[in-house]
């Protein structure tokens, strides 16, 4: 086992607060001050200091920890992993970040399948948008991620899980949009509600729509929504258009709620892909990704 002043720490700097530390850990907020104590009397420097609002940091000297900490957490994951699948036991916490369309449409029949052949593996799944997943993976709070999106950070190693459609839909008591294929430059013509700012799906719109020389600020967006179900409740109550991913609508167009609307020349395709940071695989994502492939 890690040694425990070390398990201390770890907890201390990512929560950046004693009392939530302790509270996970489950011991006293003083038996944390001892075991920060303690080792900042071993390496002779102050780990944390006090910021404004009585918040805390790391010090250098604890940046620097942290970043080995970090290493020593990892391995021993991959230890116990490796150690597990010897005897044939698959065991541990696999944290997931998953952009929306990918958490609320794809994924969750993925991992109730891979749950049922590794019932010891316990799934954290964090939900938002690529930008937010990015950030977590590059924060460690992930393992890895699928995310969908033109993006390329140099730290993540990015990996093709499958390829998406985009389509533009509408609802089908929608009156102002009566034909079934529109010319590129007539959407300016119609009302749009759009994913936010940082969302995978709005930048590949923006990216597949720049080929047409049509930009975002040419056309008329009457609402930007955070989610693409808050967006097909919104296209339910309104005359507006979106673009949605064809995962997302399966539903609806089942159940005649909802039509697609052809633009005439322009498909538009994305690729989700799995994201890890770059350096030594993590052996539990790579269980899952060669699952999800398979």
Do not use: W
Not at 116 to 145: H, R, Y
Not at 208 to 228: F, S
Request: proline share 2%.
């Amino acid at each position: 086992m890690i040694d425990f002043r070390l398990q201390v720490f770890y907890t201390v700097a990512k929560r950046l607060n004693f009392t939530k530390a302790a509270k996970e850990l489950f011991i006293s907020q003083p038996a944390v001050t001892k075991h920060i104590k303690e080792l900042e009397y071993q390496f002779k420097a102050s780990l944390f200091e006090r910021s404004g609002n009585k918040k805390i940091v790391l010090t250098t000297a604890g940046q620097l920890l942290m970043s080995y900490v970090e290493q020593i957490v990892g391995i021993y994951r991959e230890l116990e992993f490796d150690m597990n699948l010897l005897v044939k036991q698959n065991k541990g916490i696999m944290h997931i970040g998953a952009s929306t369309t990918v958490a609320q449409y794809v994924i969750p029949a993925v991992l109730a399948r891979f749950h049922q052949k590794f019932k010891d593996i316990q799934i954290q799944l964090k939900m938002g948008n690529t930008e937010d997943i990015e950030q977590a993976l590059l924060q460690k709070e992930i393992e890895f991620g699928i995310i969908e999106g033109i993006s390329r950070h140099p730290q993540i190693r990015y990996e093709k899980y499958f390829t998406d459609e985009i389509v533009l839909v509408c609802s089908q008591n929608n009156t102002t949009v009566k034909k079934d294929t529109i010319k590129p430059e007539e959407l300016k013509n119609y009302p749009l509600v759009l994913r936010e700012p940082g969302s995978g799906t709005l930048d590949v719109i923006a990216y597949a729509l720049k080929a047409q020389n049509i930009k975002l600020a040419d056309l008329t967006v009457e609402m930007q929504l955070g989610g693409t179900e808050g967006i097909k409740s919104y296209l339910m109550q309104s005359n507006c258009l979106a673009f949605l991913s064809i995962q997302s609508i399966l539903k609806e167009l089942k159940n005649n709620e909802c039509r697609i609307i052809d633009i005439k020349g322009l498909t538009i395709e994305r690729s989700f892909h799995f994201i890890q940071l770059h350096g030594q695989p993590d052996s539990l994502a790579e269980l899952f990704m060669r699952f999800a492939k398979a």
